[in-house]
T-cell receptor, first 110, second 121 residues
């Protein structure tokens, strides 16, 4: 079993739609959680950190459920430019290591 | 913001040759850098942690004699793929941790380079 699991998608949605991505992690010692965005043939870029209380950044909302070891990302009012692969990332305890999920691909159509 | 560069951005080589990839932190010092590999439609997989002035720490299953890592300064780490074979063809990405970020607590982030696409013929 992978340490970080994501639905690979693709999610194909029209502009303006709301879309949600889910992620589960298996290591209960994980302390930090992130969503990264990766465009085709590019490096991953940090989208947002995920905090226990949930956090929002514009059209993006991230939620963390430690009891269920579950992380989510909600994108409202999807834009064409949101088309990318979204990576769920977990950092183990006090290590610097980042563990990446395989990513969920989003396609936003006109 | 913190910038990490990689060179070359892409390389094509013949089977059996060695390829060196450079990772540089341009505006900060990085005592720790990381090397990842990503195959098509797969996740980034950590290969090794590169520590300035000491030996790299390799992840399980990564051959240290094949993937040579050198971190000779606070701004440069190199990955050499020795005797490359077609199965080594992949997207290699480095990241660097800003040493002023302190302990790797919540919110600590890594800065990624743009990646190097290696194709071995």
């Amino acid at each position: 079993r992978k340490e970080v699991e994501q639905d690979p998608g693709p999610f194909n949605v029209p502009e303006g739609a709301t879309v949600a991505f889910n992620c589960t992690y298996s290591n209960s010692a994980s302390q930090s959680f992130f969503w990264y965005r990766q465009d085709c043939r590019k490096e991953p870029k940090l989208l947002m950190s995920v905090y226990s209380s949930g956090n929002e950044d514009g059209r993006f909302t991230a939620q963390l459920n430690r009891a269920s070891q579950y992380i989510s990302l909600l994108i409202r009012d999807s834009k064409l430019s949101d088309s990318a692969t979204y990576l769920c990332v977990v950092k183990r305890d006090s290590s610097y290591k980042l563990i990446f999920g395989s990513g969920t691909r989003l396609l936003v159509r006109p | 913001g913190a910038v990490v560069s990689q060179h070359p951005s892409w390389v094509i080589c013949k089977s059996g040759t060695s390829v060196k990839i450079e990772c540089r932190s341009l505006d900060f010092q990085a005592t720790t850098m990381f090397w990842y590999r990503q195959f098509p439609k797969q996740s980034l997989m950590l290969m090794a942690t590169s520590n300035e002035g000491s030996k790299a720490t390799y992840e399980q299953g990564v051959e240290k004699d094949k993937f040579l890592i050198n971190h000779a300064s606070l701004t440069l780490s190199t990955l050499t793929v020795t005797s490359a074979h077609p199965e080594d063809s992949s997207f290699y990405i480095c990241s660097a941790r800003d040493q002023t970020a302190g302990w790797a607590g919540v919110g600590d982030t890594q800065y990624f380079g743009p990646g190097t696409r290696l194709t071995v013929l």
